[in-house]
Nanobody
């Protein structure tokens, strides 16, 4: 029974920062691809970033490169997303997800089997 719980969302001004956390339980936090996704009202869910838990390799969508940093604390089974230089277009519900390690090479949303409930991020101009 895998459970993922996001936290750290909130409302910030453009240019501000937030750090999201995803606490995982119910499985061994290793040899997984852990990802962050987001979905704004009326839009499809999009991939943001991913990390291969075994070696720490990271991957980013072009829209967040240079601004967001994905990281992990394996001892705490926790995934993080540091978001800097936030823009209004970053406003969305943010979700963490877990799947087989191979997904980090091609992070197809439908293939991630475990999802959290999401945490809201709102960026005002």
């Amino acid at each position: 029974q895998v459970q993922l719980v996001e936290s750290g969302g909130g409302s910030v001004q453009a240019g501000g920062s937030l750090r999201l956390s995803c606490a995982a339980s119910g499985y061994t936090y290793s040899r997984y691809c852990m990802g962050w996704f987001r979905q704004a009202p009326g839009k499809e869910r999009e991939w943001v970033a991913a990390i291969y838990t075994d070696v720490g390799s990271t991957y980013y969508a072009d829209s967040v490169k240079g601004r967001f940093i994905i990281s992990q604390d394996n001892a705490k089974n926790t995934l993080y997303l540091q978001m800097n230089s936030l823009k209004p277009e970053d406003t969305a519900m943010y979700y963490c997800a877990a799947g087989p390690a191979r997904l980090c090479l091609r992070p197809w949303i439908a293939d991630f089997g475990y999802w959290g409930q999401g945490t809201q991020v709102t960026v005002s101009s």
